[in-house]
């Protein structure tokens, strides 16, 4: 029994598919309703899914820049805590020449000892720099204006650097939101485009899936990895198979595969990446697609040639 709810489902949720997936599955599949024969009919889908798929690859690249500067400023604090311990640790001996590790002073330096400094985190770090410097200062005259001003040095870095990491942690906290709200909307956008497809060539898969390449959002069926894929696919003219359909990919130096008495074709290994793939048959149109072969499995590619001097036709317009 069918089951029509799995056929309405969002199968390019973020939990099945990354955001790097996503954005390869959505420009290849672009590249294939922009260009070829049916270019003019999906052209009102192709400048939505486009201008859809620029906002969700600006947020990413947002996100990714927001999270570079993020660890740099991380990276900054973390060097200045680590900084001000080792001062600590070293000056510690200065404080106790000139104040007595019993007096009042020196407890007010280290009121739970050394260990206090050496295991603070960012949440307590700022204020055990504020207490230090603040008994410096009183005791300035003793320990000297060098003394003091290095430690107040600790403190105002800290406070600028921890003020930075947490406005680019909000930064990145937005930019999450933006990238999830864009591809929420891209995934709406490329559901309505299989549908639309569908609804074009109703019982006739083939025809459907040129539009689209399944091997980013699909597991790999092998389990080898070695840097390499094959292509494998149906080549057909209508509802006939195409026999000697020569398959040559342009962008690797692999020798060029042809089609069987079912149409049926299937490559050398081919390093994995994008690649352009060239389709041709004498008395045929050539059909240039571009195509991720993906590692440890087949990568699929149906296409339909049209003879010389005949023009493709499609349903009616339904969008």
């Known amino acids: 029994m069918i089951n029509l709810e799995n056929i309405f489902k969002n199968y390019f949720k973020a939990d099945n598919i990354s955001d790097k997936n996503l954005e390869r599955f959505a420009r290849i599949h672009l590249s294939h309703i922009q260009n070829g024969e049916y270019a003019e009919q999906l052209k009102d889908i192709a400048e939505k899914t486009e201008k859809l798929c620029d906002a969700f690859i600006q947020g990413r690249s947002t996100k990714v820049h927001q999270a570079v500067n993020k660890k740099v400023k991380t990276l900054e604090v973390n060097l200045i805590m680590k900084a001000f311990k080792a001062s600590i640790s070293q000056h510690e001996g200065t404080i106790r020449s000139k104040f007595d590790s019993n007096s009042a002073t020196y407890i007010m330096f280290f009121p739970s000892g050394m260990k206090e400094y050496h295991h603070a985190n960012k949440n307590r770090i700022d204020l055990l720099m504020e207490r230090f ?31 930075a990491q947490l406005d680019k942690k909000a930064l990145i906290s937005n930019a999450i939101t933006d990238t999830a709200e864009s591809r929420r909307a891209l995934e709406i956008q490329l559901l309505r485009n299989i549908f639309y ?32 894929g094959q292509l494998v696919g149906i080549v057909t003219c209508g509802d006939k198979a195409l026999v000697r359909v020569k398959i040559k990919v342009l962008d690797r130096k692999v020798a060029a595969c042809h089609t069987d008495s079912e149409g049926k074709y299937r490559s050398r290994k081919v390093k994995i990446g994008l690649v352009r793939v060239l389709f041709s048959k004498a008395g045929y149109v050539s059909q240039e697609r571009e195509v991720e072969v993906m590692d440890a499995g087949m990568t699929e590619v149906h296409v339909e040639l049209k003879r010389i001097g005949t023009v493709a036709t499609i349903g009616p317009d339904l969008r």
């Open 133 to 163: 410097l603040s008994v410096s200062e009183k005791h300035e005259e003793v320990l000297g204006a060098e003394f003091v001003a290095l430690f107040r040095k600790y403190r105002d870095d800290y406070k600028e650097a921890r003020t």
């Open 197 to 228: 497809i569908g609804y074009l060539f109703a019982d006739d898969p083939r025809k459907c899936l040129m539009f689209f390449d399944q091997s980013t959002i699909r597991r790999a069926i092998r389990k080898d990895r070695d840097g390499k």
